[in-house]
């Protein structure tokens, strides 16, 4: 059973940085496509980057210029690093496999943007 765990949230100041990271207890990062996805109180979980096998991304528009995301294979993590944080991207960040597996989701980690 395959356990993901994110880490590196925390409070910032609006214009802030986080860098998020996602382990996993096996090498599904070499198999699968990486999702990072985000769920802000009151609203679904929304997909904000992908990384595929092959190393191409794409983001949402909303983190478009803000967010990259990598990976490293050896350690089994990905990492979602982000830029001039805005409170809208206050919300619960979760890695999984892209599309996304139900029984990998994880706890997240809360980041919070905030004067």
């Known amino acids: 059973q395959v356990q993901l765990a994110e880490s590196g949230g925390g409070l910032v100041q609006p214009g802030g940085s986080l860098n998020l990271s996602c382990a996993a207890s096996?090498?599904?990062?070499?198999?699968?496509?990486v999702g990072w996805y985000r769920q802000a109180p009151g609203k679904q979980r929304e997909l904000v980057a992908i990384m595929s096998g092959r190393g191409s991304t794409n983001y949402a528009d909303s983190v478009k210029g803000r967010v990259t995301t990598s990976r490293d294979n050896a350690k089994n993590t990905v990492y979602l690093q982000m830029n001039s944080l805005k409170p809208e991207d206050t919300a619960v960040y979760y890695c999984?496999?892209?599309?996304?597996?139900?029984?990998?989701w994880g706890q997240g980690t809360q980041v919070t943007v905030s004067s």
């Open positions: 096996g090498s599904i990062w070499r198999l699968y496509a």
């Open positions: 999984n496999t892209h599309p996304p597996y139900t029984s990998y």
